[in-house]
């Protein structure tokens, strides 16, 4: 296009001054010469050629994407939606395709602009370990829970007692039962429909003798040959070679756990984010993945989802942060657990009284509803969660809520309502210890540095009892999800919780026999909506819970049993 018009202003040119020219052009220079040119028409000339300039200097530049995606099934969908990206001016270049612990690193501090290798749940974990700040841009595609065998072709050859192994982290291992229960096996308490959250504690009857092992879903794949029956995501399967046509039984295509584009809230709102979501929930590319992954790979947009993403043009800017004041009276309306949540809030109103906000708090009696509410834009906050749960809870609800701020620590710790020292727990003890894979990873390290286990190594931070190397004490440990530790704390010696969890039942949370370090990176967090990151009341309102004063205020009050994530040093 730039060479036709640079030849139909020369031939004016010449049409015009009767002469015949020698002409150039360059995508660089963009320039043109006229010889032979009277003198009676040369500025005519220079100002045609000033015109050529100005509008071929005005051209598209292309805009580049700079993101991490799993080999498969990931970066294949990249490249297939990389041609209708192109005709859009954008670029997508991925750096890496063999996922490692520094991808989200590395997204937060901006080295790439994306990453494409996790489920929300799982982001928001990491979000939590590390106090990032990444969120969702967008569900592009189910890998659902599955059950396979490496021993038997369907589920009727199964034996009586055959050993299954399923993940142990709270949702998949609820995925796991539910897909245990469809196909026979097990029936699971009717009432977990709502939460979603399960363990064999909660398993009714056995319709089927079976063995089950949970265990951290990293680690499942290894282990395949030691069980009848292996239960996992198709993407752990896909990754590790395994025919994931052949399985015995797996989750339905209505599987709320989508993985994701993960980026920073910046980048969420930026029109290359959104054209490249747009692109891989189009129609075209759920055909693709139908077709190439023979139902192992589920689009979550089977339709598409007709979304209006940005054209980007030459003249697109990042959006410029406005340092808004608060000129009029504001009220915040929020959701806080009791305790110790509403307290703090309460110690931090009369501050924020004095700069025109007001702090309403509509609920202290935290329920399942919470951070729905909190979506739908009927309260500005909630204070009740770390990170990991808020992240699980986005993807369960495809949800986009984000920490606004980290407040205080709820550290781990070791109970018993029998023994008052850890010196006389008897050998042979009971241990229950939350089932999750961030938390049980913490208490089977507080398990270790009391002197009871050794751990092997492990990776990510995650574990499970088989990563214990050594039993130093004998005892005997049970995996259940942590909502459920406190209504059977006298079933055993000990039972292992977030001190939050203690306090909400009213037990005395700084009456434990051991605990996590003060330095424990799950706190709990203001969560908002993406929109209300900017909000200078919802800013103002993080800062005052994060002030010296409110870190002393929690010091006194809670007798270490909560630490401030502000030192008071």
């Known amino acids: 296009m730039k060479l ?6 020369l031939l004016g040119l010449f049409l015009f001054t009767g002469t015949l020219t020698a002409c150039g052009t360059s995508s660089a220079e963009n320039t043109s010469t ?42 294949e969908l990249i490249e297939f939606v990389k041609p209708k990206l192109e ?8 750096v890496g395709t063999a996922w490692d612990a520094t991808w989200s690193e590395k997204v937060q501090n901006g080295e790439v602009d994306f990453h494409y290798a996790a489920h929300w749940p799982a982001q928001e974990a990491e979000n939590e370990t590390n106090d990032y700040t990444l969120v969702n841009a967008g569900d592009i595609h189910i890998e659902p829970i599955t059950a396979y065998s490496n021993k038997w072709n369907t589920v009727e050859e199964v034996p009586d007692n055959a050993k299954v192994i399923i993940p142990n982290d709270s949702t998949n291992e609820y995925r796991a039962l539910k897909i245990l229960e469809e196909a026979g096996f097990i029936k699971i308490r009717e009432d977990l429909e709502t939460q979603l959250r399960a363990s064999v504690l909660d398993i009714e009857e056995y319709i089927k003798p079976i063995e089950i092992v949970e265990m951290d879903s990293i680690q499942i794949i290894g282990h395949a040959d030691e069980f009848d029956i292996y239960i996992t995501n198709t993407n752990k399967a896909i990754e590790a070679g395994v025919d994931t046509s052949k399985y015995l039984f797996r989750e339905s295509e209505d599987s709320p756990y989508a ?8 980048k969420a709102e930026s029109p290359e984010i959104k054209a490249l979501v747009e692109a891989l929930q189009s129609k075209e590319t759920a055909e693709y993945i139908l077709e190439h992954y023979n139902g192992a790979v589920i689009p979550v947009y089977p339709n598409g989802n007709g979304g209006d993403a940005e054209t980007i043009s030459d003249d697109t800017a990042s959006a410029e942060k406005t340092d808004i004041q608060i000129t009029e009276p504001v009220t915040l309306k929020g959701l806080a657990d009791l305790t110790p949540h509403s307290e703090i809030i309460e110690f931090v109103k009369p501050e924020l009284e004095e700069k025109g906000i007001t702090i309403d708090i509509v609920s202290t009696a935290s329920d399942a509803t919470w951070n729905s509410k909190l979506q739908n834009g009927e309260v500005d906050f909630n204070f009740m969660q770390h990170e ?14 984000v920490n606004a701020g980290n407040i205080h620590v709820e550290p781990i710790a070791a109970y018993s309502e029998r023994y008052s020292d850890v010196s006389e727990v008897p050998d042979d003890a009971t241990v229950v210890i939350p089932d999750d894979a961030t938390n049980e990873y913490r208490a089977l390290r507080i398990l270790e ?15 499970s009892v088989l990563d214990i190397e050594e039993y130093l004490k004998p005892i005997k440990i049970t995996e259940l999800d942590s909502y459920q530790i406190n209504t059977h704390i006298n079933e055993f010696d000990i039972y292992i919780n977030n001190t ?3 306090i909400e039942a009213g037990l005395d949370a700084s009456n434990y026999l051991f605990r996590e370090g003060e ?21 103002a309102l993080v800062e005052a819970l994060q002030s010296k004063e409110t870190a002393e205020f929690i010091i006194e009050k809670y007798n270490g049993a909560v630490i401030p994530v502000t030192s008071v040093d």
């Open 519 to 539: 330095d424990s990176p799950y706190a709990n967090i203001i969560a908002v909506t993406p929109e209300n990151l900017d909000n200078p009341a919802i800013q």
């Open 259 to 266: 993985n994701i584009i993960v980026t920073t809230p910046e």
């Open 388 to 401: 990991p749960y808020l992240i699980e809870w986005d993807e369960l609800n495809d949800g986009n809520l």
């Open 87 to 94: 005709e859009q001016g954008i670029e997508v270049e991925l």
């Open 34 to 75: 006229a010889e032979n040119i009277s003198s009676q028409s040369s500025d005519d000339a220079e100002t045609q050629k000033n015109a050529e300039d100005a509008d071929t200097d005005t051209s598209t530049e292309t805009v580049k994407l700079i993101g991490l995606a799993d080999l498969t099934p990931h970066s």
């Open 449 to 463: 540095e009391a002197g009871f286990i050794k751990l092997g190594q492990t990776e990510n931070a995650r574990a």
């Open 500 to 502: 939050n969890k203690v």
């Open 4 to 9: 036709q018009k640079t030849f139909s202003l």
